[in-house]
């Protein structure tokens, strides 16, 4: 009853579904290993600034030589020191900044180094909305030429939480800590990371270091995971439908032979004949006379 899957045409249907399983199988193994890699690295990025901050601090020089120097995913976290002198004429809030289950604003104080550069250091974070911040709630800087440590950090983007790019901010405000932005509103060169101290003076409160950028379970993980399983349902499709096919062709010769099918009437299959037959006139028209 099955000899038809040795003819031509199931042949190839056979081929195609013994080559598409395979790679059905092959490319949801693939994706499945991307989101493995990403959860890897996501947690290698959870205990990258614990190991970081457990580090012996090492001076700015080290990770950051010059203010061309950008801050990799190695050095993020990485607790640096920087002697210079606070620049507090150039003090800036960034509003809109989240500790805990509180919103406030960060104190930023630009530190200008002995090459003159400065380097971004956020002193602390404070809690209520930096527009109605007075100078007698922000603690003064240190003064003097002293050396002030903290977690390296990378440049904000749009895509860090609390970045306000819209622009709009009152006079001594900052949406987004980057040299980019910080190079409009500064006199001077400014490097490319910034750090945020590890110990705040009263009542500043000491902001937490972040985990490197584009480490963490994002939604690119997620869609790996998807593919994955869509992969793997299109394995099983393809051998689902096979069986499908092949029972349904095993029921209809099966039918065919049991006279439950009725045989294709032989005019419907030439339309010459059923022409022939529908007109008996022209027939006798093409016989011969008596």
Known sequence: MYRFLLTPRWLGVHLFVVLAVPFCVFMGSWQLSRFEDRMNSHHVAEQAPKAAASAAPVPLATVLPDTKAQVTQDTTGRTVTATGRYDTGHQLLVP????????????????????????????????????????????????????????????????????????????????????????????????????????????????????????????KAFQNLGYTGEWFVFAGFVVFMWFRLVRREAELREDTALGLIPDQDPAAENPENAENAAAPGKLEEALPGD
Do not use: F, H, K
């Open 96 to 219: 809109g900044r989240d500790l805990g289950d509180r919103t406030g604003y960060y104190v930023l104080t630009p530190r200008r180094t002995a090459g003159g550069a400065a380097l971004p250091v956020v002193r602390g974070w404070l809690p209520g909305e930096a527009s109605s911040a007075t100078p007698a709630a922000i603690p003064a800087a240190p003064a003097g030429d002293i050396t002030v440590s903290g977690a390296l950090q990378p440049p904000e983007n749009t895509g860090t939480q609390g970045v306000q790019s819209a622009g709009g901010l009152p006079q001594g405000q900052l949406g987004m800590i980057s040299a980019a932005s910080l190079v409009n509103v500064l006199p001077y060169e400014v490097y490319s990371g910034w750090i945020t101290v590890t110990d705040a003076t009263a009542p500043l409160e000491p902001v937490p270091p972040a985990a490197p950028s584009n480490t963490g379970l994002d939604l």
